[in-house]
C-alpha cells in the first residue's frame, strides 16, 4: 500500500480546531485505539525493509506533530474558556448585537435642546419635589386662587408646603434667584400631575422650559424666537398665537402649529382641525421678576412651556400617550430608527 505521509503531515499542519470538542476529535482521529498512526505502524512489515527505517521516522514525526498541536491549541482553547484570561478568543461567537434604542421622548427632547442651544440657550435643571414658593408663589398664583386648580398637585407626605411639581416654570424662578442677566436657559424635565390617566392625559410627563430675560426683551422677540423653533423641529411651519392666560406671564398666548389633516393618521391629534398646540408663552409678569429678584424697571423678558409628549405623538403619529409609557418593546422597536 501506498501511503503518502507528506500529505497527512500537511492535513495534521493545516488544521485549525476552533473548540476543545474540535480538538478532542482531531486527537482520536490520528492517536486513538483506531487512529491513523495506529494503522500505519501495522502497516510497518508490509514495507521493503530498506525503507521501513525511514518511514518509522516519517511516522514518529507526524506523531509528534499530532501531539504538538493538541499541546498548543489545548491551552489556547481553555484560556479562552476561562474569562479571567483576557486576549484572543477564538471561540467567541461575531456578528451584530441586537442594540437597543433612544426612546421617543428622549429624541425630541434633544432635538428641543439642540434647536435652542443653536442660538445660545444653555439647559438647565430643578428639582422633581419642590415647595410651594419655586412651584406657586412665586409664579404668581396666590394662594387659595383659584389658578392653583389649573394644575391637580400631588403633595408630599401631607406638607401642603412640598409637592411633586406640577411644571418646570418652577426652575424659571430658581434660575432667575441665581443668576443675574441676561438670562437664556431652557430647562427639560419631568412633571407630576394628579389627574386621571387617559389616552390624552397621563400624571406623569415632561415639559420644556423657556425663558429669556435682558435689557428691553419684547413680545416680538418671543414670537420670531418660536417661529425660529417651529421650523427648525416641524420644517416649513405656519404658526398661530391665540391669546391664552397663565398666572406668571402677562400678555400670555398658546402657540398651535399647523400640521394639516391630511398629515395626520389619528385625527384625536390635531382634534381634527390641522393645526396642533405646542405651547403656552408669553412675557414675565414684572411681579415674577420681583419675587426673584430682578427688577422689572431695568429688565424684561419671555418664558414659553412646551409638553414633550404631546409633540412627540405627533411626531411619531401615536395616538394614545400611555404607549410612551409602557415600554413595551414592539412598540419602541417599531420607532427604532424613525428619525
Ligand atoms: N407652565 C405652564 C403649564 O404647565 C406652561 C407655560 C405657559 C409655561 C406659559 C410658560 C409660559 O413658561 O410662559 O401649563
Known amino acids: 500500500m501506498a501511503v503518502d505521509l507528506e500529505k497527512i503531515l500537511f ?9 476543545l470538542s474540535e480538538l478532542e476529535s482531531f486527537r482520536i482521529k490520528y492517536l486513538g485505539k483506531k487512529g491513523v498512526v495506529k494503522e500505519l505502524s501495522s502497516h510497518i512489515r508490509n514495507i521493503d525493509p530498506a525503507q521501513r527505517k525511514a518511514f518509522g521516522q516519517s511516522l514518529n514525526e507526524l506523531k509528534r506533530a499530532v501531539e504538538q498541536k493538541i499541546e498548543d491549541y489545548k491551552a489556547l482553547l481553555d484560556s479562552a474558556r476561562d474569562p479571567s484570561i483576557l486576549g484572543f478568543d477564538p471561540s467567541r ?11 421617543p421622548v428622549s429624541l425630541v427632547r434633544r432635538e428641543i435642546e439642540e434647536i435652542f442651544q443653536h442660538i445660545g440657550f444653555t439647559v438647565a435643571s430643578g428639582p422633581e419635589i419642590e415647595d410651594d414658593w419655586h412651584n406657586f408663589s412665586a409664579l404668581n398664583f396666590p394662594e387659595n386662587h383659584p389658578a392653583r386648580d389649573m394644575q391637580d398637585t400631588f403633595f408630599v407626605e401631607k406638607d401642603p408646603d412640598i409637592a411633586l411639581r406640577t411644571h418646570t416654570s418652577s426652575v424659571q424662578v430658581r434660575v432667575m434667584e441665581s443668576n443675574e442677566p441676561p438670562i437664556r436657559i431652557i430647562a427639560p424635565g419631568r412633571v407630576y400631575r394628579n389627574e386621571a390617566i387617559s ?9 420644556v422650559e423657556g425663558l429669556y430675560i435682558d435689557k428691553g426683551v419684547t413680545f416680538a422677540d418671543m414670537v420670531q424666537t418660536i417661529q425660529y423653533f417651529a421650523e427648525a423641529f416641524f420644517g416649513k411651519a405656519k404658526i398661530r398665537l391665540r391669546p391664552s392666560y397663565f398666572p406668571f406671564t402677562e400678555p400670555s398666548a398658546e402657540v398651535d402649529v399647523y400640521w394639516g389633516l391630511e398629515n395626520e393618521v389619528d385625527h384625536r391629534i390635531t382634534k381634527g382641525t390641522g393645526w396642533l398646540e ?11 421678576l420681583k419675587s426673584s429678584g430682578i427688577d422689572p424697571n431695568e429688565y424684561s423678558g419671555y418664558a414659553f412651556g412646551m409638553g414633550i409628549e404631546r409633540i412627540a405623538m405627533n411626531r411619531f403619529q401615536i395616538g394614545d400617550i400611555r404607549m410612551l409609557f409602557e415600554n413595551d418593546i414592539r412598540f419602541l422597536s417599531q420607532l427604532k ?3
Open 11 to 19: 492535513e495534521i499542519s493545516a488544521f485549525t480546531p476552533s473548540s
Open 93 to 103: 461567537k461575531t456578528g451584530v448585537e441586537e442594540m437597543g434604542a433612544r426612546h
Open 337 to 339: 430608527g424613525a428619525w
Open 199 to 207: 389616552a390624552r392625559s397621563h400624571c406623569v410627563f415632561h415639559q
Open 278 to 288: 405646542i405651547m403656552g408663552c408669553g412675557m414675565v409678569d414684572p411681579d415674577v
